[in-house]
């Protein structure tokens, strides 16, 4: 049944993208901001996607074979921010539902459906796409 609902994404016509890698992940937050407060966003609402942004392109680091990549665009009415890695997701709800305090891990996923209007996946063996969309000011 997840199968029927993880299906590839359809390509944007434009946007702005970066490669990164431990080297560089600082610029993944700054091209999101930038492209976000061209938009209008500003104050916490900014500090909320750099937020998100952030934890997804440390997931790459950790989680995704050590680099990937941010494409941001604007598409109905909403940033849309993406990074994609050569990981792979096999819990459909991860960052969905609460962790146990206990449990050792990463929060990032849960961080960054906390603060994003949405979030979509699609993941397959080898390669990982997370999709996080802010609606606009």
Same mark, same amino acid.
């Given at each position: 049944? $997840?199968?029927? =609902?993880?299906?590839?994404? !359809?390509?944007?016509?434009?946007? #702005?993208?970066?490669?990164?890698?431990?080297?560089?992940?600082? &610029? *993944?937050?700054?091209?999101a901001?930038?492209?976000? &407060?061209?938009?209008?966003?500003? !104050?916490?609402?900014?500090?909320?996607?750099?937020? &998100?942004?952030?934890?997804?392109? #440390?997931?790459?680091?950790?989680?995704?074979? !050590?680099?990937? *990549?941010?494409? $941001?665009?604007?598409?109905?009415?909403?940033?849309?921010?993406?990074?994609? /890695?050569?990981? =792979?997701?096999?819990d459909?709800?991860?960052?969905?539902?609460? +962790?146990?305090?206990? /449990?050792?891990?990463?929060?990032?996923?849960?961080? *960054?459906?906390?603060?994003?209007?949405? +979030?979509? $996946? =699609?993941?397959? +063996? !080898?390669?990982?796409?997370?999709? $996080?969309?802010? /609606?606009?000011?």
């Open positions: 049944m $997840v199968d029927g =609902h993880n299906r590839p994404f !359809g390509e944007p016509e434009r946007f #702005a993208a970066l490669r990164f890698d431990r080297t560089n992940l600082s &610029a *993944v937050r700054g091209l901001a930038r492209e976000a &407060a061209a938009l209008g966003f500003q !104050g916490d609402r900014l500090d909320d996607i750099r937020l &998100a942004v952030a934890e997804l392109g #440390a997931n790459s680091l950790d989680h995704g074979g !050590g680099s990937g *990549v941010l494409r $941001v665009w604007a598409a109905d009415d909403r940033l849309v921010c993406e990074v994609s /890695d050569a990981g =792979h997701i096999t459909p709800l991860v960052g969905r539902r609460p +962790v146990d305090p206990r /449990d050792a891990g990463s929060r990032g996923l849960l961080i *960054v459906n906390l603060l994003s209007d949405l +979030v979509r $996946v =699609h993941s397959r +063996v !080898g390669a990982t796409t997370v999709r $996080v969309y802010f /609606d606009l000011p």
